[in-house]
């Protein structure tokens, strides 16, 4: 049973940055690419950004983001420490979520408990 943990959500002001981590109960190897999503109250569940395994390339992993958060938030993976880290930076009001990780393994999808991210005006 893979299982997910998020950690490092909290209340900021708007421009300020924040670091996310998911935490993988066992070794990232075993998992292709890695997801962040994020759900605002009363809002759909959407994705935010990628990172694939870098197993497939020769210029490591790949990242990929939606345009809205394009430029300001980062998205690495450390296989060897089994953490994936999102450093979002010159955050907005409109940020404000909780925040998930995701990845498939053996064609079955994992979710962590989600992280709170509160950006204030």
């Known amino acids: 049973q893979v299982q997910l943990v998020e950690s490092g959500g909290g209340l900021v002001q708007a421009g300020g940055s924040l670091t996310l981590s998911c935490a993988a109960s066992q070794s990232m190897f075993d998992f292709n690419d890695i997801l962040w999503y994020r759900q605002a109250p009363g809002q759909k569940r959407e994705w935010v950004a990628t990172v694939s395994n870098g197993f497939t390339g020769f210029t490591g992993a790949d990242s990929d983001y939606a345009a809205s958060v394009e430029g300001r938030f980062t998205i690495s993976r450390d296989n060897n420490k089994n953490t994936v880290n999102f450093q979002m930076n010159t955050l907005k009001p409109e940020d404000t979520a909780v925040y998930y990780c995701?990845?498939?393994?053996?064609?079955?999808?994992?979710w962590g408990q989600g992280t709170q991210v509160t950006v204030s005006s």
């Open positions: 995701n990845t498939n393994y053996k064609y079955r999808d994992y």
